[in-house]
């Protein structure tokens, strides 16, 4: 037993070292490289692994892990601002897709039980795939991705009742009405103790294991948690992932937040991955090979109808036309509640078995097609948008002698507020769509999306601006901002902000020279006022700063020559510092027999 499953996770842990790189390396993203890795290990590929059914019910906790962090996220104060578009687009993108579904199965002549309740599983979509692909890119925070967040969560609260309805529509139910209001009661229950408990009662526990200075306790305890609200929310049939996110937001204004993501973010990818390789061994390819057209058929119909329904909707939920194709194909394919749903389907006798069987292979298949959906989005809908598309209403007039700032983090908030308190106009190019909302109501011009897109630095008047500040957290973005700036207007006059020495030279390589280095200034007075601290008069403390400035930047250009060169850096280093030791010492002598500048 200890063999098979140490073998097992060899296996596993193979397949995805070999596929997932392979796969991003030829652009495909790393969920198909997890999907075709259990396609490839599992019992229609190699064979190595045939127990799909129980690595499928283990990986789901990866999803659990990933919606009580995405919870750490969402304090409840906004999550009740995402109360429209989570009930109300939640509720239409279920209603419609499924409505469409259904009427497509009716005129085919399908029974309507039979009907109504695939199209009610397959109009639910892939929390993993979704959530895991907008992480990856970096998308959370666009409007398609706030959108499809809040059309999952709500999935997650459809997908209970809609379990619950199956056996009242079977020939074997069994529970009468007094049962399901003891379960009605069962969850209010348990989640007013979740509220009470994540408020009153975690908090001091995380404090108390926290004063012991033993990380992995910590992380223990982290674990237990999560564990355990996700088996309490089974228990009363409730979604273990939606439970956990809930308990997620509970602790999201806790000091300990940050120490919660980090513990659980490795199990979280982990578990992830292996739901996505369990998901491509459970797509049985003996029901595709009995019936391939049909198959075929169905996943082809299904697609074109969610997306469809999709793509109309991302039209009312003003998401911009250039992620209105992506938002249709994110949510397209069938979601993990499907398997449930269809399961209870056969139990209750709505389903025949070929039939759970047919719709089962279909979502899989779905989830397969995901991200083939996503690289046809990227490769050929994308750049069609990216390539120069203007946004007229957004315009900015020749006479509006403004300032481009790129970033508006802790940053780039205090230049934005020097340049505004002195009357200077101000464009603000940032992804934070709480920051822009606040923005807006001081009359600054905001855009939302990511500043390295041409078509954005035009809309925001970027040929008529006196300059551009580049505030941006990502080193990379920095950059290829700035390689975009000096491609397209190289009259623009640019002002960066460097986050490390190594990060100045490449902004230096670019012929940037209004640079500084985000830490060093504020280091620096704080240095000043150590020193004051120390018993230094306020002259000599002062003097001792701008000597190590002059010398820290005259020491930093000589470096730049060589800074390619490894060896040449570090020598260069240590003579710097050996220079500025015999300054230091030199100073001190002098200021032995010279007072009298000591002023305080």
């Known amino acids: 037993m200890e063999q098979t499953l140490l073998l097992n996770a060899l296996i596993y842990l193979a397949?995805?070292?070999?596929?997932?790189?392979?796969?991003?390396?030829?652009?495909?993203?790393?969920?198909?490289?997890?999907?075709?890795?259990?396609?490839?290990?599992?019992?229609?590929?190699?064979?190595?692994?045939?127990?799909?059914?129980?690595?499928?019910?283990?990986?789901?906790?990866?999803?659990?892990?990933l919606l009580f962090l995405i919870g750490l996220e969402l304090d409840p104060k906004r999550l009740?601002?995402?109360?429209?578009?989570?009930?109300?687009?939640?509720?239409?993108?279920?209603?419609?897709?499924?409505?469409?579904?259904?009427?497509?199965?009716?005129?085919?002549?399908?029974?309507?039980?039979?009907?109504?309740?695939?199209?009610?599983?397959?109009?639910?979509?892939?929390?993993?795939?979704?959530?895991?692909?907008?992480?990856?890119?970096?998308?959370?925070?666009?409007?398609?991705?706030?959108?499809?967040?809040?059309?999952?969560l709500f999935q997650d609260?459809?997908?209970?009742?809609?379990?619950?309805?199956?056996?009242?529509l079977g020939v074997a139910a069994t529970q009468g009405s007094g049962q399901g209001w003891l379960g009605a009661l069962k969850v209010a229950a348990v989640i007013a103790a979740l509220i009470v408990v994540g408020r009153y009662l975690i908090r001091p526990v995380l404090r108390v294991i926290a004063k012991t200075e033993m990380r992995e306790i910590f992380t223990a305890f982290a674990l237990l948690l999560v564990i355990g609200i996700g088996l309490l929310m089974q228990w009363v049939g409730m979604s273990m992932a939606l439970g956990t996110f809930l308990a997620g937001v509970l602790l999201a204004e806790s000091e300990y937040r940050h120490a919660l993501?980090?513990?659980?973010?490795?199990?979280?990818?982990?578990?992830?991955?292996?739901?996505?390789?369990?998901?491509?061994?459970?797509?049985?390819?003996?029901?595709?090979?009995a019936q391939p057209f049909l198959i075929i058929g169905l996943v082809a119909a299904f697609l074109i109808i969610k997306i469809g329904v999709l793509y109309g909707l991302s039209k009312r939920f003003d998401i911009p036309r250039g992620e209105q194709a992506f938002f249709a194909f994110l949510l397209s394919q069938g979601g993990e509640f499907a398997f449930v749903v269809f399961g209870a389907a056969a139990t209750a006798r709505v389903f025949t078995p070929e039939i759970s069987s047919i719709l089962v292979v279909v979502v899989a298949l779905s989830m397969v097609a995901t991200p083939l959906l996503l690289l046809l989005y990227d490769k050929?809908?994308?750049?069609?948008?990216?390539?120069?598309?203007?946004?007229?209403?957004?315009?900015?007039?020749?006479?509006?002698?403004?300032?481009?700032?790129?970033?508006?983090?802790?940053?780039?908030?205090?230049i934005g507020r020097l340049l505004n308190a002195n009357r200077i106009r101000l464009t603000v190019l940032d992804h934070d769509p709480d920051q822009i909302d606040l923005l807006r109501k001081f009359g600054f011009k905001v855009f939302y999306g990511d500043a390295t897109r041409i078509d954005l630095l035009h809309a925001a008047g970027a040929a008529k601006a006196r300059a551009l500040v580049v505030a941006i957290d990502d080193v990379e973005d920095s950059l290829r901002l700035i390689e975009a700036v000096k491609r397209d207007f190289p009259d623009l006059a640019i002002l960066a902000r460097a986050r490390n020495?190594?990060?100045?030279?490449?902004?230096?390589?670019?012929?940037?020279?209004?640079?500084?280095?985000?830490?060093?200034?504020?280091?620096?007075?704080?240095?000043?006022?150590?020193?004051?601290?120390?018993?230094?008069?306020?002259?000599?403390?002062?003097?001792?700063?701008?000597?190590?400035?002059t010398h820290n930047i005259k020491s930093l250009l000589a470096v730049y020559p060589y800074y390619k060169d490894q060896q040449q850096r570090v020598s260069m280093a240590k003579q710097a510092r050996d220079e500025l030791q015999e300054m230091f010492a030199r100073d001190t002598e002098a200021l032995k027999t010279e007072r009298q500048g000591d002023w305080d």
């Open 380 to 414: 050929i809908i994308a750049p069609r948008f990216q390539a120069g598309e203007k946004r007229p209403a957004d315009a900015i007039d020749a006479k509006d002698d403004h300032v481009i700032i790129a970033g508006f983090g802790r940053f780039g908030q205090i």
């Open 157 to 168: 609260i459809a997908a209970i009742p809609m379990i619950a309805a199956i056996p009242v």
């Open 15 to 65: 397949a995805a070292v070999v596929a997932v790189p392979v796969a991003k390396r030829l652009g495909l993203g790393a969920v198909l490289g997890y999907l075709l890795a259990g396609i490839a290990i599992g019992p229609w590929g190699l064979r190595l692994i045939n127990e799909v059914e129980d690595i499928l019910h283990f990986s789901e906790f990866g999803v659990v892990l």
């Open 501 to 549: 020495v190594s990060h100045y030279y490449d902004l230096m390589d670019r012929g940037i020279t209004a640079i500084e280095r985000e830490t060093f200034e504020s280091a620096l007075q704080l240095g000043r006022q150590a020193l004051r601290q120390l018993g230094f008069g306020a002259y000599r403390a002062r003097q001792a700063a701008m000597k190590f400035r």
């Open 261 to 289: 993501e980090s513990d659980l973010e490795p199990f979280k990818g982990l578990l992830l991955g292996l739901f996505f390789i369990a998901v491509g061994m459970s797509v049985d390819f003996g029901v595709f090979l």
């Open 80 to 152: 009740w601002s995402l109360r429209r578009p989570i009930f109300g687009w939640g509720g239409a993108q279920v209603g419609l897709v499924a409505a469409a579904l259904c009427g497509a199965g009716l005129l085919l002549g399908v029974d309507w039980k039979t009907a109504l309740i695939a199209s009610l599983g397959l109009s639910l979509s892939s929390t993993a795939i979704a959530l895991a692909t907008l992480d990856e890119r970096n998308l959370m925070a666009t409007p398609a991705g706030s959108a499809g967040f809040a059309i999952l």
